[in-house]
């Protein structure tokens, strides 16, 4: 099934771009981007720097949505963002010249990661809310093991070896001590299922870029498309889950604008960019540095209460996650 899906998508890429037969959807074609880009099948220096940057990014980016929590409810706030994602983005294409025009075949799974990404931050938000920074961040994070396993369903390349299996129980262990642990600090039930429904919700999306039509367009539009549709959809059911402003002071306004320019617009900008110059697993493989500084942040910015098990989590997340992605030595 794999096998006729890829062979029909690149038949699709060669009638759309009428150019010469594409070998492999790894190679790119003017779909990709506006610019040539250059595939790298191994993690480079560039690629490490700015895969580390970015996770320290979105660890931060935690604590900030934690804070702005106290000025926004957590649904309004995030759709909020994605609308103010949406103007950032229509600017920065106009300026580089990219096309809003998404092609037919791609336009359902445009719409499908768009609705997988209002879910995740209905729910992600909604358990910052609920739940400490330190305990949602385990969770949440964990997104690269439930890749993985879904990886060896839908990817035949994705081959589940004996240290995939070891890294995935050693994952999965994390997670049930995370959630086993309810004493001490900010603890709750609905938080913590809410964390890892995002988490799912994350490993979708992440998967339809992968193997579906959305692989072929730009960054741009695969990020947009997210945006656009989760934008009202946040905004309509903003109203169900309570008052939409609570106590709004400058810091709150702070949090919601790092969150639109530097989180929603270019920080997924850059992450999708990265996903398509390297393979899906090395750039998954980085996100066990969020939790960990997450941790760190919440306890440092927040004061947060952290209990010795979860640092037990936070050790066994990190050791799965890096064995499911660690490269095999060469025979």
């Known amino acids: 099934m794999m096998k006729r899906y890829h062979t029909d998508n690149v038949q699709w890429v060669q009638k759309f771009t009428r150019r010469a037969p594409i070998a492999s ?74 096309s809003l025009r998404i092609p037919r075949v791609a336009m359902p799974w445009a719409v499908a990661s768009g609705l997988l990404f209002a879910f995740e931050f209905v729910c992600l938000f909604t358990a910052l809310d609920l739940t400490t920074v330190s305990r949602s961040s385990v969770i949440f994070y964990s997104m ?117 320019i530097g989180v929603a617009s270019f920080g997924f900008l850059a992450w999708f960019w990265l996903m398509k110059r390297y393979p899906a697993n090395s750039v998954a493989s980085f996100s066990f540095i969020s939790p960990v500084a997450s941790v760190l942040l919440g306890w440092l910015l927040l004061d947060e209460q952290i209990a010795p098990s979860i640092w037990i989590a936070l050790v066994l997340v990190t050791a799965g996650i890096t064995l499911i992605n660690r490269k095999p030595r060469a025979v």
């Open 25 to 98: 959807l790894d190679i790119p074609s003017p779909l990709t981007s506006h610019r040539r880009m250059i595939r790298q099948t191994n993690m480079d220096a560039f690629g490490a720097a700015a895969l580390t940057a970015f996770a320290l990014h979105l660890a931060f980016n935690q604590v900030v949505i934690k804070v702005t929590s106290g000025g926004f409810s957590p649904v309004f706030a995030a759709g909020l963002r994605s609308a103010g994602a949406v103007l950032v983005l229509l600017l920065w294409m106009y300026l580089r010249g990219v």
């Open 144 to 260: 690269p093991l439930w890749l993985a396993l879904a990886s060896t369903v839908l990817l035949p390349d994705e081959r589940l070896t004996r240290r995939k299996v070891v890294g995935l129980a050693l994952a999965f262990s994390g997670v049930i001590v995370a959630l086993a642990e309810r004493g001490g600090g900010q603890v709750s039930w609905a938080g913590d299922l809410l964390a890892l429904v995002s988490a799912l919700s994350w490993a979708g999306i992440v998967l339809l870029v992968r193997v579906t039509p959305l692989a072929e367009v730009p960054p741009e539009q695969q990020l947009i498309s997210q945006v656009a549709v989760s934008a009202p959809i946040l905004l309509v059911l903003a109203p169900l889950f309570g008052p939409l402003i609570r106590e709004i002071e400058a810091i709150h306004l702070a949090g919601m604008a790092f969150q639109i």
